[in-house]
């Protein structure tokens, strides 16, 4: 991705070296704009450039602008079946995740308080973007850790193959999501950046899980959970 950006970098100082009449090793960037560096009032944005600039008589000059780049992952191993020991991944990024609910004995029903996700993203480049792509991950965990599932007949046709049975989380059903972040540099990751896309998601379910067992009293490993679920588990329990 960063060989990418720096290739588009280059060509856009190439359309703008034309343009200007300076060498690109004169030319530098900043704030969506290409500029002199000995005078950065001479400058014409990104957005000029990118397609080729196109004076205002309407000729051209200078070619689309397409970053290419390429990364090879190194040190990678398959799994040793007799050991399980191996390297199949580049990073790994940790996290704690954790669920309050509010239980009702009676019914066995609950409602969700709190989802907090704590990720160490390595380095966060863009707060507002990694907030929004672990909340809504939670978000997605929680849907089906609580309610989405498919029902089977005997042979294995689905039951419920459209929305209106196939029940998603509703907004005024989430809970109060806090999405936090450590930041421990990842080395070989853009300006130190781990990957964090699935994190919110994954541990939705096993968190909301082991708050429901806390609170029914029953150890719960079943998804959905729905009412009904706790509730078999519970008489399960007792026999």
């Known amino acids: 991705m960063l060989d ?3 290739d588009a970098a280059g060509q856009l100082k190439r359309n703008a070296s034309l343009v200007l009449g300076v060498p690109e090793g004169e030319l530098d960037y900043d704030d969506g ?4 560096r000995a ?3 001479k400058k014409l944005s990104f957005a ?3 397609s080729g600039y196109m004076d205002a008589n309407g000729s ?3 070619e689309p602008v397409l970053g290419r780049g390429r990364y090879r992952v190194h040190g990678l191993t398959t799994i040793d079946p007799e050991t399980g020991r191996g390297v199949p991944g580049e990073q790994w990024t940790v996290g704690a995740e954790a669920v309050e609910v509010e239980y009702d004995t009676r019914d066995c029903t609950y409602r969700l308080l709190k989802a907090i996700s704590v990720i160490d993203a390595g380095k966060v480049i863009n707060e507002g973007t990694a907030r929004g792509q672990v909340t809504g991950g939670m978000s997605m965990g ?5 309610r989405e599932s498919f029902q089977y007949d005997p042979n294995g ?3 419920n193959p459209q929305l209106r049975a196939y029940k998603v989380i509703r907004y005024g059903e989430t809970p109060e999501y806090v999405a936090a972040f450590v930041e421990t540099p990842y080395a070989d990751g853009p300006y130190g950046a781990r990957g964090i896309s699935e994190h919110g998601t994954i541990g939705m379910p096993a968190a909301l899980a082991n708050a429901l067992s806390v609170a029914a009293g029953v150890e719960l490993n079943r998804l959905p959970l729905t009412p009904e679920t706790i509730w078999r588990c519970a008489a399960e329990g007792k026999d």
């Open 4 to 6: 990418a950006a720096d």
């Open 33 to 36: 704009f290409v500029f002199v």
């Open 39 to 41: 005078d950065p009032e």
């Open 48 to 50: 000029s450039l990118m």
């Open 60 to 62: 051209a000059i200078g």
């Open 142 to 146: 929680l849907s089906f850790a609580t």
């Open 157 to 159: 046709v689905v039951l």
